[in-house]
């Protein structure tokens, strides 16, 4: 049964670091693309960083580029959000997504929350 749980999130200073979990079971991360993406209150779902299975294939949204860099921990299979000069607009929560045979799944989401 494909899981996903993120944890890492709280609250953090305008200009400080996080690091976002996301622990995956049930299937093997190192096969499928999988995605960050966040939800602030208010407004929709918006991807973040994705990370498809080639080494050089990373994307991230403009928002994020140059603050945001995602990873990967294949023998923990747990994928990771490190986000440096959070701002207040970051504030949302967080969740992880995967494909799997056509199907998506989405963890529980943890909530960062950036003070001004």
């Known amino acids: 049964q494909v899981q996903l749980v993120e944890s890492g999130g709280g609250l953090v200073q305008s200009g400080g670091s996080l690091r976002l979990s996301c622990a995956a079971s049930?299937?093997?991360?190192?096969?499928?693309?999988m995605t960050w993406y966040r939800q602030a209150p208010g407004k929709e779902r918006e991807w973040v960083a994705r990370?498809?299975?080639?080494?050089?294939?990373?994307n991230y949204a403009d928002s994020v580029k140059g603050r945001f860099t995602i990873s990967r921990d294949y023998a923990k299979n747990t994928m990771y959000l490190q986000m440096n000069s959070l701002t207040a607009e970051d504030t949302a929560v967080y969740y992880c997504?995967?494909?799997?045979?056509?199907?998506?799944?989405w963890g529980q989401g943890t909530q960062v929350t950036v003070s001004s």
């Open positions: 997504n995967v494909r799997v045979s056509g199907r998506d799944y």
């Open positions: 049930g299937f093997t991360l190192s096969s499928y693309p």
């Open positions: 990370k498809s299975l080639t080494v050089s294939n990373t």
